[in-house]
């Protein structure tokens, strides 16, 4: 079945780094790729849309400049989160269709981001 | 409002029981229906898509009511892996998915 990599699975960093996290769909192209987000005990949130070869569409309320997005080939794309701060600490998704399933999409494994 | 809205639970239940979930979502253009599972810490990982006929793989019955806007997942004989959260997801525009907050399932010895 289709598979999606993420990495890395847990970071901690201090407040005012940036975090980059990729995700791979391993054995599918992707031309579109989504990255949710997730706090404690919620329900996952789209963050932004991200397209190969374009810029990404972000959701309302979504700082583009702050979580800036990548999609640099069919297979990857990255979201870097720019001067992290301890609210933006979450569970981070994303997730990739393979055309040939029935509108399922495949998740990552996820990434936890502690900002310390 | 909120898109897509579930009981948040926890429904605990005996193993082997039966147990039922429920989904509403507030857009009527929606197109597809889905449940995923989701485990603790881990990430959702897609139980069946629900269509409008309604339909069943092994234990688990999904139905849908397009006029209520209403989702609806069954489990029966439900065994101790089932524990986790079930998250009720709406497509809407062909991309967009909206999911529920999740509903948690805790099985019981």
């Known amino acids: 079945g289709a598979v999606v990599s993420q990495h890395p699975s847990r970071v901690i960093c201090k407040s005012g780094t940036s975090v980059k996290i990729e995700c791979r769909s391993l054995d599918f192209q992707a031309t579109t790729m989504f990255w949710y987000r997730q706090f404690p005990k919620q329900s996952l949130m789209l963050m932004a849309t991200s397209n190969e070869g374009s810029k990404a569409t972000y959701e309302q309320g979504v700082e583009k400049d702050k979580f800036l997005i990548n999609h640099a080939s069919l297979t990857l794309s990255t979201l870097t989160v720019t001067s992290a701060h301890p609210e933006d600490s979450s569970f981070y998704i994303c997730s990739a269709r393979d055309m040939g399933g029935d509108y399922g999409y495949t998740f990552g494994s996820g990434t936890r981001l502690t900002v310390v | 409002r909120k898109e897509v809205e579930q009981d948040p639970g926890p429904f605990n239940v005996p193993e082997g029981a039966t147990v039922a979930f429920n989904c509403t979502y507030s857009n009527s253009a929606s197109q597809s229906f889905f449940w995923y599972r989701q485990d603790c810490r881990k990430e959702p990982k897609l139980l069946m898509s629900?269509?409008?006929s309604g339909n069943e793989d092994g234990r688990f019955t999904a139905q849908l009511n397009r006029a209520s806007q209403y989702i609806s997942l069954l489990i029966r004989d439900s065994k101790l892996s089932d524990s986790a959260t079930y998250l009720c997801?709406?497509?809407?525009?062909?991309?967009?998915?909206?999911f529920g907050s999740g509903t948690k399932l805790n099985v019981k010895p």
């Open positions: 997801v709406v497509l809407y525009n062909f991309n967009k998915f909206y």
């Open positions: 629900v269509y409008s």
